[in-house]
């Protein structure tokens, strides 16, 4: 029987523990054994518990307390060696990296960790903990063997932020049980079983009480709302580190016989209580209660953050405004209390859009998928004793050891190559172009200059061509000895390009080749190399539509065996000075 540990820092059921108990339980249903790792003694306990899920006690909380922490990290490495589980499956920060640098150590087979929101990319930070924080989310990210995103945002943000590897990272939106959100009390009920007697318009949200979901703006934006409309009344269902500090501001705003704070309880049946739903998350993952309040069919408006954009559709499931702007959420609450049938057109789609492309089950069943996946990456890499991460690994020392020699050895070229471009063409030596790398990101490459100045001036990008007027004298010596591409080794050694694989081309180019020409992006499954098979079967002006097949072909078959062939053979044609001379380098 396979085993799984989930890894969760709080035990309490806001909507990442929600989504991990969910995901938890359909493993037990797939007949997996299923163990938890959590801190405080919470709902999500209890929960667990009662779904024949083996709960562990790990001294884990949100603030960094070094002693503590290395007690946490502790714990689980036993628990993961003793345990022996097939897969670890993190979730939040410091969970995150405490339950991956654990499986690490205990040689876990399977290590996935779930960003619910990236530290580094959106919380306010000052310099050096933004720096200390993409380096540390980039570090423990770069030890999974996937990092699931919970909304297409986050993804790209950590992706363009270098904190993830988009050839190891996936995208899994978070869903909700829907049956859940049928069979609810009636919206008198509902109001009843939260204390409010009176028949009322109720403004209301289910969230952790925390800095991430602006709930000071939603009290400012619940007094802008109380002047126009008296009759509301304003409900907050949940718990947290801000309660005691939100209860004196809706004090000090005139609004403590209005705002009634709930604490934890059913969020789903509470909100069956509210006339709308106001979100004002100045950052947010991708919003499990924003999910339940559309699907149940409630008008809602939330803050363009994170991932709210990609569950409502501003003017078509429900109203987006803009983040730590109370009077525009004002504005869009008073707008729906006042415009009904907007606010029932709204809820309608809302609830049509989250049943549609949320429910609970592709969450859990992508999950599942991904974990299979994985193993059976795990038993094909164990199978050889060259894995790709031993590979990987082996590439980028060799890289980094070569570059740094290169760099030595090559002193007497630039010292002879600068001289000449300078006499033959003047200033400057160098040039920087931007080029595509691995995952699609751009990086600036080296080279020394070989074209005339601003040859593009004019014409704009141009591919290389055979008999290129643009090469100067000096530059047709080093494109044929391919001396121009030396300073590329600075590129090798920074870890942008590696000595072997798919020639780096410019994000322009990309984006046309891309277009006309089938599986192109593939190419940018690994680092771009200096050198590569195109470059040394193929003819040097071969067109992008051929090339391509050489650069997948090497893509499914690399190898250092390969490399090490790849990079001989170039010196010897470099030594040949027939890089310039098409297929007779060959």
């Known amino acids: 029987m396979p085993s799984i540990l989930y890894v969760i820092t709080k035990s309490e059921l806001a909507g990442a523990q929600r989504v991990v108990l969910a995901q938890a339980q359909a493993m037990v249903r797939a007949g997996w054994e299923v163990h938890l790792a959590c801190g405080d003694g919470g709902e999500l306990v209890a929960a667990a518990r009662s779904s024949a899920i083996t709960v562990h006690d790990a001294p884990l909380d949100n603030p960094i307390r070094p002693w503590r922490d290395f007690r946490a990290l502790i714990t689980l490495t036993r628990l993961m060696r003793s345990g022996r589980f097939d897969v670890v499956h993190a979730n ?11 499986g690490r150590l205990s040689n ?3 290590v996935v960790f779930t960003a619910h929101g990236f530290r580094s990319l959106f919380r306010p930070l000052g310099t050096l903990s933004r720096w200390f924080w993409l380096g540390a989310e980039a570090a423990y990210c770069s030890l999974c063997d996937r990092v699931i995103a919970v909304c297409e945002t986050d993804y790209r943000a950590a992706v363009r932020a270098g904190v993830i ?3 190891r990272a996936v995208v899994i939106h978070n869903g909700v049980d829907l049956a859940r959100l049928s069979g609810l ?28 979901k602006g709930l000071f703006h939603w009290l400012q934006a619940a007094r802008v709302v109380a002047h126009r409309r008296p009759d509301v009344q304003f409900v907050i269902v949940g718990d ?13 705003l005139g609004l403590a016989d209005k705002v009634l704070f709930a604490g934890w309880r059913d969020g789903v049946a509470s909100m069956a209580a509210f006339d709308v739903f106001l979100l004002s998350s100045e950052y947010e993952g991708h919003c499990v209660a924003l999910l339940e309040a559309l699907g149940i069919g409630i008008p809602t408006v939330a803050t363009d953050a994170g991932g709210n954009p990609e ?22 609450i008073l707008r729906l209390l006042d415009q009904p049938r907007l606010a029932a057109a709204l809820a309608e789609a809302g609830r049509a859009h989250v049943r549609s492309r949320f429910g609970q089950d592709p969450m859990v069943e992508q999950t599942q998928q991904l974990y299979q996946q994985l193993l059976q990456e795990v038993d094909e890499r164990r199978a050889s ?41 003047g200033l400057p030596i160098l040039y920087r172009q931007a080029r595509v790398g691995r995952g699609g990101n751009v990086f600036h490459v080296m080279k020394f200059r070989s074209t005339i100045k601003d040859a593009e001036k004019h014409g704009g990008a141009k591919l290389a061509v055979e008999n290129d007027p643009r090469v100067t004298r000096v530059g047709r010596i080093l494109r044929k000895t391919a001396l121009d591409e030396v300073p590329q080794l600075t590129n090798i050694f920074k870890g942008d390009m590696s000595w072997v694989g798919p020639r780096p081309e410019r994000p322009e180019f990309v984006r046309r080749f891309q277009k006309q020409i089938p599986g192109y992006g593939r190419r940018h499954r690994v680092r771009p190399g200096l050198t590569g098979v195109a470059q ?14 050489y650069d997948l072909y090497y893509i499914r078959h690399r190898s250092l065996l390969l490399d090490l062939r790849l990079f001989i053979r170039s010196w010897l044609i470099t030594f040949k000075g027939r890089w310039d001379s098409g297929a007779k380098k060959q």
């Open 165 to 167: 590897d988009p050839a």
């Open 536 to 549: 040394v079967y193929g003819r040097n002006y071969t067109e992008a539509s051929e090339k391509i097949w």
């Open 311 to 332: 569950i409502v559709v501003d003017g078509k499931t429900g109203l987006l405004v803009p983040p730590g702007q109370p009077q525009e959420m004002a504005k869009a």
């Open 385 to 425: 004793w060259l894995g790709t991460r031993v590979y990987d690994g082996v590439k980028r020392l060799s890289d980094i050891v070569v570059s740094a020699a290169g760099l030595i050895v090559s002193i007497p070229v630039w010292a002879v190559v600068g001289p000449a471009i300078l006499l033959d063409d």
């Open 185 to 212: 009390p009636d919206r008198a009920n509902a109001q009843r079983a939260l204390g409010i007697v009176s028949e009322c318009p109720v403004v209301g949200v289910v969230a952790r009480l925390a800095v991430p």
């Open 92 to 102: 939040s920060t410091k969970a995150g990296i405490l339950g991956v640098i654990a």
């Open 240 to 252: 947290g580190p801000q309660r005691a500090a939100l209860v004196k501001s809706a004090q000090d």
């Open 108 to 110: 876990t087979r399977v």
